[in-house]
């Protein structure tokens, strides 16, 4: 059974940064792509961005140049370098793992990040 577990959330002010980080523990082999999606009180879940084991990136619009996402294939671990924080970024950020054609997803069980002052 693989588990994503996540880390790094909490309270930042403004401007400020956070790194998450996510681990999946069960798995016998690299996950194809990882990355994180986030929620925020009353809207859908979106893409944040993602990372392949061959390293290709994607990233969603509103975060270009401020996240940055990176992955240790060996360790089947994805990390988010979150810098010029805004309220807006305030959300549930889950980490996803998934195969090339969706043949396995996984998700984490969430971890808060909060923008205020």
């Known amino acids: 059974q693989v588990q994503l577990v996540e880390s790094g959330g909490g309270l930042v002010q403004p401007g400020g940064s956070l790194r998450l980080s996510c681990a999946a523990s069960?798995?016998?082999?690299?996950?194809?792509?990882m990355g994180w999606y986030r929620q925020a009180p009353g809207k859908q879940r979106e893409l944040v961005a993602t990372?392949?084991?061959?390293?290709?990136?994607n990233y969603v619009h509103s975060v270009k140049g401020r996240f940055t996402i990176s992955r240790d294939n060996a360790k089947n671990t994805v990390y988010l370098q979150m810098n010029s924080l805004n309220p807006e970024d305030t959300a549930v950020y889950y980490c996803?793992?998934?195969?090339?054609?969706?043949?396995?997803?996984?998700w984490g069980q969430g971890t808060q990040v909060t923008v205020s002052s």
């Open positions: 996803n793992g998934r195969g090339v054609l969706y043949e396995y997803e996984y």
């Open positions: 069960g798995s016998i082999f690299t996950i194809y792509a």
């Open positions: 990372a392949t084991s061959g390293g290709s990136t």
